[in-house]
């Protein structure tokens, strides 16, 4: 198989296009918009449907596909009424490290807008993920997740009530989860996570701020401490045009 020698180690090869050599008319638009949006800098408006049927002689719906996909993969972004270039994603490390702690090392500022803050007795189901007793009284903690005031993702946090007994008076909504488990000398020993690609429920989409139609990065962790005792269960959702993860393996 040939290679072009501009060939980026984690771009498609041969640029996705089949050994055949049939590409789709949209798909070979989309590879000419995504050129144009490399020379334009982020935040950079890009030309109408109409400009870009006119400059590579096709339909304005084989214009608009192209423009849907690049939105999706996070390229570009709606911008009132037009379309503009969107910033580079945000990449979040798989690691016991905290949301906080991912985004301010990218130069961005994080935050977080507290949706609920309740307690219920632990679910069946719950208990048998983390090891908590069925019934015993258990926090639910919602939270918008935020970079630069940029709604990016929605968390789900579980805790035990006996572990955590003030979490609705000593706890800033807006601040770390895990540096506010940290100061009650609560640390972290081991996880199990699971990534999976979602789509949000209409509730999550609104919250997020989001089109129901825009694939999201579903995390699953559940957190132990030093100790093995269950101290978390955790849901994610990431925004999946905002967002990469990153990890670092060792054999």
């Not at 950079?44 to 999706?72: C, G, H, N, W």
């Not at 090392?105 to 219920?120: E, H, M, N, S, Y």
Request: some cysteine.
């Amino acid at each position: 198989m040939d290679y072009p020698n501009d060939q980026a180690p984690g771009a498609p090869v041969r640029a996705g296009i089949p050994e055949h050599g049939r590409v789709p008319k949209y798909y070979a638009v989309k590879a000419e918009i995504d050129r144009l949006v490399g020379e334009l800098g982020e935040g950079a408006p890009i030309p109408t449907e109409r400009d870009l049927s006119e400059r590579y002689e096709v339909a304005r719906e084989t214009v608009r596909q192209a423009l849907r996909e690049l939105v999706l993969e996070g390229k570009l972004r709606r911008q009132g009424r037009g379309t503009v270039v969107a910033g580079p994603k945000l990449e979040q490390p798989l690691s016991l490290a905290s949301y906080t702690e991912g985004v301010r090392r990218q130069g961005r500022t994080p935050g977080r807008a507290l949706v609920t803050l309740d307690r219920f007795p632990c679910p069946e189901a719950l208990a048998a993920e983390t090891g908590l007793s069925r019934g015993e009284p258990v926090w639910h903690l919602e939270r918008v997740l935020l970079a630069d005031d940029e709604r990016v993702g929605l968390e789900s946090t579980y805790v035990s009530v006996a572990r955590l007994p003030d979490l609705d008076t000593a706890f800033d909504p807006d601040s770390s989860f895990y540096a506010h488990l940290a100061g009650r000398g609560m640390a972290f020993g081991e996880a199990d996570e699971r990534i999976e690609t979602v789509l949000a429920t209409p509730r999550e989409a609104l919250l997020i701020g989001t089109p129901p139609a825009l694939p999201m990065l579903l995390i699953h962790r559940v957190s132990r401490d030093t100790g093995g005792l269950p101290l978390e269960r955790v849901r994610t959702l990431y925004r999946g045009d905002r967002f990469s993860f990153s990890a670092r393996l060792r054999g």
